[in-house]
């Protein structure tokens, strides 16, 4: 029930009669926004670790190594998704 009425709002605010179109659309729009997200966490850890390193050294090194490994892993992420994108 929820996911007709959500379909209907999606090709009323889009416009798209053809269900091809719309997925493709959607795709888009998905792959774009997860990429989106993979790079705000990846920016999110950069920025948590400067900043908490600042603040009277409460953070540990393995707590850093963690955070900077978690921002190199969502990079890795959106460089296979352009990787894949190209091709």
Not at 1 to 13: A, G, N, T
Not at 26 to 44: D, E, G, P, Q, T
């Amino acid at each position: 029930m929820v996911q007709k009425v959500v379909k209907k709002f999606v090709k009323k605010v889009l416009g798209i009669p053809n269900k091809q179109k719309e997925n493709k659309i959607m795709s888009k729009k998905a792959r774009h926004i997860i990429s989106l997200v993979f790079a705000a966490i990846a920016l999110a850890m950069g920025v948590a670790v400067i900043v908490l390193s600042n603040l009277d050294d409460k953070i540990t090194t393995d707590d850093k190594i963690t955070l900077l490994g978690i921002a190199v892993f969502c990079l890795g992420i959106l460089a296979v998704n352009n990787i894949s994108k190209e091709k």
